[in-house]
C-alpha cells in the first residue's frame, strides 16, 4: 500500500488560504486589544478564546501521550467527523464505506456532503467481516470509519482485523474511540506514528462527563492534522469550555472512580437483564450501555415510556432487530428499570 497525503486532499482545501483571526494576526503582549471589534467593557466573555486551544492542547497531549501537533479539538467529535468529510471527500464524486451496524453521524455528515455512502455488514457478532469488508473499498474510497467500541453494540471490534484494514488501504482508517474510557483495550493512538493513514477520535462527552461542553479529540500524524485546522471555524471551542475542560481534566480521579462505578453497575444491569423474561439476548458490552434483544421492542419501548424511562430503540437498523439500547445508569435508575421490566 502506498500512502499519499497529497491525493487524498481535496485540491480546493489544497490551495486554500485559511481565514486569518484578529488573534491569529497579533500574538504578543499588549495592554490595549482594539483589533477584533469586541467590546471593551470586561465580563468573563467579552474577548473571542485562543483559535488554537493552546493551553487544553497542552494539557490533554501530555494527558494522551501524543505530540501538540497530532492532535485536532472539535465542537464534539462530531465536527470532527464533519470536518473529515469537508477535507478528504469531493462532493458527488468520492466515497466512504461504514460498516454496519454502527454510529449514526457517518452516514448523516455523508449525506450532508454528498458522498456517496458504501456499507457492509458487520458479522452477527457485530465484528469487522474483513473479506467483505476489504472487498468494498473501491477506487474512490477516501475514508472508513469504525467505531470500537461499536455504537449501538457495544463491542469492541478485533484489533487485528483494524490492523489488517490499516495496511491495506491508501484512504484514510478513522477508528472511533468514543468508548474507549470504558474498556482496558489499548487506544489506536499507539499505532499513530506507524499508520500514517490513522485517524482517532475520543470525546469528553462519555466516561469524562461532559456531553454539554462539546469537546471532541481527533487524533493524527503531524501532516493531517493542519489539513483539519486550516478548515476549522476559527473559535470553534468556546472560551468556558476551554477553560472548564482544563480544570476537570485535572481530576482523572474522580472520572476513574465514576467509570468504575459504571462498570460494576454495567455487571449487575447485565446479570440482571438476562433474568428477565422479555429479554431474549443481552449482547456483551466493553461501552457504558448495553444492546438487548426483547420479545416486541417497539412495544418494550412504549411501554417503558409511559413508565418515564426512555431507552433507544435499534430495532430498526441492520442486525439489531427487536434491539434496545440501554445507557447504564445510577444504580437507582437502573433498578426502576430492571422492575419496569420485569413487570411487563
Ligand atoms: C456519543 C458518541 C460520540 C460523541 O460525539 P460528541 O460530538 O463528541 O459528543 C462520538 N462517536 C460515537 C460513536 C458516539 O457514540
Not at 490595549?32 to 497542552?58: C, T
Not at 501524543?66 to 458527488?92: H, M, T, Y
Request: with cysteine; aromatic share 8%; charged share 25%.
Amino acid at each position: 500500500m502506498q500512502f499519499d497525503l497529497n491525493k487524498l486532499i481535496r485540491e480546493n482545501i489544497k490551495v486554500l488560504k485559511p481565514y486569518s483571526s484578529a488573534r491569529d494576526e497579533f500574538e504578543g503582549e499588549a495592554s490595549i486589544f482594539l483589533d477584533a471589534n469586541e467590546s471593551p467593557y470586561p465580563s468573563s466573555y467579552n474577548r473571542y478564546p485562543d483559535p488554537h486551544q493552546k493551553k487544553l492542547k497542552q494539557k490533554i497531549s501530555s494527558l494522551k501521550n501524543v505530540k501538540e501537533a497530532q492532535l485536532f479539538l472539535g465542537n464534539g467529535s462530531d465536527e470532527a467527523i464533519d470536518l473529515l468529510f469537508r477535507a478528504f471527500c469531493e462532493p458527488g464524486v468520492d466515497e466512504v464505506l461504514i460498516p454496519q451496524p454502527t454510529y449514526g453521524m457517518y452516514s448523516v455528515s455523508a449525506a450532508i456532503n454528498n458522498v456517496k455512502m458504501n456499507q457492509v455488514a458487520l458479522t452477527p457478532s457485530f465484528d469487522i467481516d474483513l473479506v467483505t469488508t476489504l472487498q468494498a473499498i473501491t477506487p474512490k474510497t477516501k475514508l472508513i470509519f469504525l467505531c470500537s467500541p461499536n455504537n449501538p453494540s457495544g463491542n469492541l471490534l478485533s484489533p487485528n482485523k483494524i490492523l489488517e484494514i490499516l495496511k491495506a488501504f491508501n484512504g484514510l482508517v478513522i477508528i472511533d474511540e468514543a468508548y474507549i474510557d470504558f474498556t482496558t483495550s489499548e487506544s489506536f493512538i499507539s499505532k499513530l506514528s506507524q499508520y500514517k493513514n490513522l485517524v482517532v477520535l475520543q470525546t469528553l462527552s462519555k466516561a469524562w462527563g461532559l456531553a454539554s461542553l462539546r469537546l471532541g479529540m481527533c487524533f493524527a500524524s503531524k501532516e493531517i492534522i493542519p489539513v483539519l485546522n486550516k478548515i476549522k471555524p476559527p473559535y470553534n471551542i468556546s472560551g468556558p469550555t476551554q477553560a472548564l475542560a482544563l480544570e476537570r481534566l485535572d481530576d482523572i480521579e474522580t472520572k476513574n472512580i465514576l467509570v468504575n462505578e459504571i462498570l460494576e453497575q454495567r455487571r449487575t444491569l447485565a446479570k440482571e437483564l438476562s433474568s428477565i423474561k422479555a429479554v431474549e439476548h443481552v449482547f456483551p458490552s466493553d461501552a457504558n450501555f448495553i444492546l438487548v434483544r426483547v420479545n416486541a421492542a417497539k412495544q418494550v419501548y412504549q411501554k417503558l415510556l409511559t413508565r418515564g424511562i426512555v431507552v433507544r430503540d435499534r430495532s430498526n437498523i441492520i442486525l439489531c432487530n427487536d434491539c434496545l439500547r440501554i445507557t447504564v445508569g445510577t444504580p437507582t435508575e437502573n433498578k426502576i428499570l430492571l422492575d419496569e421490566l420485569n413487570k411487563l
